[in-house]
């Protein structure tokens, strides 16, 4: 069964200190791994898709990256206007309709 | 450029009460999805359209129905509302099934007392 765990569940950190958020997933064939934001009240947001490992992609201070195994998403001297839940999702090489979301991580910047 | 609408944005229903959201978008897309999100769970699939005329179930289908009759619209039908199907719905388009970003709307908040 394809499965996506996102870690940690939550994180806080202050403007300016950079981290990582962890995405873990296992899949029979991955035919793309996505990564939304979606802010309170709000549908997820498109923010990058992944193919293959070794790919990255980058977008202001995200940077995504993909292993074989799991995905960053590295954020770099955040501002609190990054402040979201990011979620992570994989598209199987069979049954490629569907995504499987991780439970998401949010993210709290503070100024 | 809208994008993908919801409607309602808000609804209570009582046990047993029927009840269809609403999704449209403009952007043309082949593909439309409904999706519910509950706390711990992440998005779980209901059920999908890969076109005009066609639907199939998702992960999570029992208690719903749907319709795509015209390219633009998916409708998402509660039969008879359990509590259990208190959540939050989202609708989701894309260009095409694989590997194409889904676009979602904002979301339909249900409550069933």
């Known amino acids: 069964e394809d499965q996506v765990t996102q870690s940690p569940e939550a994180l806080r950190l202050q403007e300016g200190e950079s981290s990582s958020l962890n995405c873990s997933y296992t899949?029979?064939?991955?035919?793309?791994l996505f990564w939304y934001r979606q802010d309170p009240g709000k549908g997820p947001e498109f923010l990058f898709t992944l193919y293959s490992a070794g790919e990255e992609k980058e977008k202001e201070r995200l940077k995504a990256t993909l292993t074989k195994k799991e995905s960053f998403l590295h954020i770099t001297a955040p501002k609190p206007e990054d402040s979201a839940t990011y979620l992570c999702?994989?598209?199987?090489?069979?049954?490629?309709?569907?995504?499987?979301f991780g439970q998401g991580t949010r993210l709290t910047i503070n100024p | 450029n809208a994008g993908v609408t919801q409607t309602p944005k808000f609804r209570v229903l009582k046990t047993g009460q029927s009840m269809t959201l609403l999704c449209a978008q403009d952007?043309?897309?082949?593909?439309m999805y409904w999706y519910r999100q509950d706390p711990g769970m992440g998005l779980r699939l209901i059920h999908y359209s890969v076109g005009e005329g066609t639907t199939a179930k998702g992960e999570v289908p029992d208690g719903y129905n749907v319709s795509r009759l015209k390219k633009q619209n998916f409708l998402l039908g509660l039969e008879s509302a359990a509590p259990s199907q208190t959540s939050v719905y989202f609708c989701?388009?894309?260009?095409?099934?694989?590997?194409?970003?889904?676009?979602f709307g904002d979301g339909t908040r249900l409550s069933i007392l």
């Open positions: 989701a388009s894309s260009y095409g099934g694989s590997s194409q970003p889904q676009h």
């Open positions: 999702a994989v598209q199987a090489a069979q049954g490629a309709q569907k995504l499987v």
């Open positions: 899949v029979s064939g991955l035919r793309g």
């Open positions: 952007m043309n897309h082949e593909y």
